[in-house]
């Protein structure tokens, strides 16, 4: 979720060695659409571009759903708070 350039082209890189088929999507809105629409296994969340959103689609998506399972978050970046 909002991975951009470098960082983009390397976890898809990686990723697709490892034979995972990667989405990407611009912003926390559009992950949580897709999170609901797809099985998910994995979210990278980029938090230098989301900021403060970041952590709301993290609580978002970790939230136990009785129609998927809950995919594991990774986040990536800096955040101000602590």
Request: proline share 5%.
């Amino acid at each position: 979720v909002a991975c951009e350039g470098a960082e983009l082209h390397y976890l898809r890189g990686r990723l697709s060695l490892r034979g995972v088929d990667c989405v990407g999507v611009d912003d926390a809105a559009a992950a949580v659409e897709y999170c609901a629409d797809h099985p998910v296994d994995l979210v990278v969340v980029d938090a230098d571009h989301l900021g403060d959103a970041a952590f709301r689609l993290m609580h978002q998506l970790r939230r136990p759903h009785a129609c998927r399972p809950v995919p594991r978050v990774a986040l990536m970046g800096r955040l101000s708070r602590a």
